[in-house]
C-alpha cells in the first residue's frame, strides 16, 4: 500500500483518486443520481456509493473509474473464451477493481471483490487508455478485451480505451457477467464488438446468492444478440448447484430459443475462494452437458478447463458436413482450416463468428 509522509494510504482513498465524472447516470432532486451502468440501478445519495462500491456520489456527481488498471495480461483470445473470434490470435486483457456480483467461487476475487472484501484488492497501476492501445500494437495483440472485474461498473474507462483501439483495427470485446441495462449496451455498441456472458444458473433464487438477478441476464442475452454483438456464452457447472440435467438442459433451451448459433461453452469448475465443499467438475459431467446442448439445437458447443479430456468438444467443427474446422488443445490451436470468408471449405456452410480483423 502506498505511504503518503509515513501513513499507509487506504485503498478506497486512493481508488477514489483515479476517477473521473461518469456517463452512465440520470441526475436527480437532492443530488442523488440513478446509476445505469448495470442492472442494479442503484439510486446514490451523495456520499454514498453503489452495490459495486467502486461508483460514488460526489456532491451530485457520479463518480467513476478512470486511468488505472488492477490487472493485464496479453494472453490467447481463447482463454477468455471466445473460440469463435480471431481463432490463434492473442488478446491484450485490462481489468479494474469491483464486482456488483459476490460470487462465493470467483476466480478473479482479488481483482473484483476489492473494497468488498478486506482480503482482497490489488494495487491499481496508473495507466492512460493511449497507454494501452500503444502497448496492444506493440504486442502485435488483435483483440483488446476488459475482463478480471465485471467490466459494466467501468464501461467509461473501457470506452475511452475502445475508443483509441477499435479505429487501429482491433476487435474489442467485454468478458461479463451479463447483468446489464439497455443504456449501458446502447452507450457501447458502436464501439464494443463481442460480449462474453457467464450463464451462471438458472434458477433465480440462485443467482439471488451470487447478488444478481436470473432475469436481469437472461435479458441481457436477449438485446446483446439483437443489437448486433458477436455473442459466446459460459456455464460453469457446478456440482450441487447449477449441473443437474434438468438446470442444463433450460439453460440450453433458453440459448437455442435465442440463436443456435450462439457458441456455448460448458466449463469445469475447480475450489476456490469461499466455495470449497463442492467436488471439482469432470470430464463425464460436462461431455453430458455438452450432449445435452446438441440435443436442443445449439450447433456450437465447447468443454473448456479440461483440455484433452472431452475429445473433438473443443474443436469448432462444420454443422452441416462435421469436418474439423478449427482443432484446439485448451487455447492453442493445432489446425485451422476454415476458409478467409469463414466458411467451411468441404461443403462451403458459413460460420457465424469473427473471423477476420475488421478494416479501421
Not at 462444420?318 to 471449405?345: D, H, Q, S
Request: proline share 6%.
Amino acid at each position: 500500500m502506498p505511504k503518503l509522509a509515513g501513513k499507509a494510504i487506504p485503498l478506497s482513498e486512493r481508488l477514489d483518486g483515479l476517477t473521473k465524472e461518469g456517463e452512465l447516470h440520470e441526475r436527480l432532486e437532492g443530488n442523488k443520481v440513478r446509476c445505469y451502468a448495470c442492472g442494479h440501478r442503484c439510486l446514490i445519495l451523495d456520499g454514498q456509493r453503489g452495490v459495486c462500491q467502486v461508483r460514488f456520489n460526489r456532491g451530485g456527481a457520479l463518480m467513476v473509474p478512470h486511468s488505472y488498471v488492477g490487472a493485464l495480461q496479453c494472453d490467447p483470445t481463447e482463454k477468455k473464451p471466445l473460440f469463435h473470434v480471431l481463432p490463434g490470435s492473442r488478446a491484450l486483457t485490462f481489468g479494474m477493481l469491483g464486482c456488483d456480483y459476490h460470487c462465493s467461487y470467483c476466480q478473479n476475487w482479488l481483482t473484483s471483490q476489492a473494497l468488498r472484501d478486506p482480503a482482497a484488492g490489488l494495487a491499481p497501476e496508473e495507466i492512460s487508455a493511449d497507454g494501452l492501445a500503444t502497448m496492444a500494437e506493440q504486442l502485435d495483440a488483435k483483440v483488446v478485451a476488459s475482463s478480471y472485474n465485471e467490466p459494466l461498473i467501468t464501461s467509461e474507462w473501457a470506452l475511452d480505451v475502445f475508443k483509441l483501439t477499435k479505429p487501429r483495427g482491433l476487435v474489442t470485446a467485454y468478458v461479463s457477467n451479463g447483468n446489464a441495462t439497455r443504456e449501458v449496451l446502447e452507450y457501447l455498441r458502436p464501439w464494443l464488438d463481442c460480449y462474453k456472458i457467464d450463464l451462471k444458473s438458472m434458477s433465480d433464487r440462485s443467482y439471488r446468492r451470487l447478488g444478481g438477478k436470473l432475469e436481469s441476464v437472461l435479458e441481457t442475452v436477449r438485446m446483446v444478440r439483437r443489437m448486433g454483438f458477436w455473442m459466446e456464452i459460459v456455464t460453469l457447472l457446478v456440482p450441487g448447484f447449477n449441473a443437474s440435467d434438468e438446470e442444463v438442459r433450460e439453460a440450453a433451451r433458453f440459448l437455442a430459443g435465442v440463436s443456435p448459433d450462439v457458441p456455448w461453452h460448458v466449463t469445469a469448475f475447480h475450489k476456490d475462494y469461499r466455495m470449497t465443499d463442492p467436488e471439482n467438475t469432470g470430464t463425464r459431467a460436462l461431455l453430458r452437458a455438452a450432449e445435452i446442448g446438441r440435443e436442443e439445437g445449439l450447433r456450437f458447443v465447447y468443454c473448456g478447463n479440461l483440455p484433452g479430456q472431452v475429445g473433438d468438444n473443443e474443436n469448432t467443427l462444420c454443422p452441416n458436413c462435421g469436418k474439423p474446422l478449427v482443432r484446439r488443445y485448451g487455447y492453442k490451436i493445432l489446425e485451422y482450416a476454415l476458409t478467409a470468408e469463414g466458411a467451411c471449405p468441404d461443403c462451403g456452410t458459413a460460420i457465424p463468428g469473427i473471423w477476420s480483423v475488421p478494416v479501421a
